[in-house]
């Protein structure tokens, strides 16, 4: 089965700083990949994902995200914040084929200061 | 074209009492998915339903069930509400199993 780190619960960036959330995963082949936003009392809004090929992956609102191997790893970034990002950003990870459940990390809280 | 709706949008609930929520996938999607978030807690995936037919449940008691209908809406039940199943409920849709597009959610809070 597999499994999804957020190490961070909490991230507290100045606005126009820049931005990197942690995502770690478990899983014995290359699988899925997303993340996804959630504004508060709203639902979850995908910002992007990987599949397959490129390991750069760019997604809506300036943010983009790259796939390490090597390190099972899936990091958010973001050249420029800006106060709309604050939020909280969940990674999600899910496996091809079968029973596809996607499952999700427990979501890193962005703080974005003036 | 409308995204996943969820109803209702609030629903408040005594200990012991049964809760229904519905959810309505984006049209042509089949699969409908339901999480649970809890504070604190991320999402914790409850069911998943495709055509019409209960394809796989997460480690949630019996009393959370729910079902599919021909047009692809879902519905989810708790019955004997406990305490600590106060939380936000998240349907989301997917079109091909992969991406999933979630609703805004039914915060449910049993006093």
């Known amino acids: 089965a597999q499994s999804v780190t957020q190490p961070d619960i909490h991230i507290t960036v100045s606005e126009g700083a820049s931005l990197e959330l942690r995502c770690n995963y478990s899983y014995g082949a290359t699988p899925y990949l997303f993340w996804y936003v959630q504004s508060p009392g709203q639902g979850l809004q995908l910002l992007l994902k990987y599949f397959s090929g490129d390991t750069l992956v760019q997604g809506i609102k300036g943010f983009e995200a790259e796939f390490k191997r090597s390190q099972s790893s899936f990091n958010l970034r973001k050249p420029s914040v800006h106060w709309s990002d604050a939020a909280e950003y969940f990674c999600?990870?899910?496996?091809?084929?079968?029973?596809?459940?996607?499952?999700f990390g427990r979501g890193t809280s962005l703080i974005v200061h003036p | 074209e409308a995204g996943v709706t969820q109803s209702p949008t609030h629903l408040i609930k005594t200990r012991g009492q049964q809760a229904t929520l519905r959810c309505s996938p984006i049209?042509?999607?089949?699969?409908v998915y339901w999480y649970q978030q809890a504070l604190g807690l991320g999402l914790q995936f409850l069911l998943w339903?495709?055509?019409?037919?209960?394809?796989n449940r997460g480690n949630f008691p019996p009393r959370f069930s729910g079902r599919q209908f021909p047009n692809y809406s879902s519905e989810l039940n708790v019955n004997a509400l406990e305490l600590e199943d106060s939380a936000l409920y998240l349907c989301?849709?997917?079109?091909?199993?992969?991406?999933?597009?979630f609703g805004s959610g039914t915060q449910l809070s049993v006093l």
């Open positions: 999600a990870v899910g496996a091809p084929g079968g029973s596809y459940i996607p499952t």
């Open positions: 049209s042509g999607h089949t699969s």
């Open positions: 339903y495709d055509e019409g037919e209960e394809r």
């Open positions: 989301a849709s997917s079109p091909e199993g992969r991406r999933l597009f």
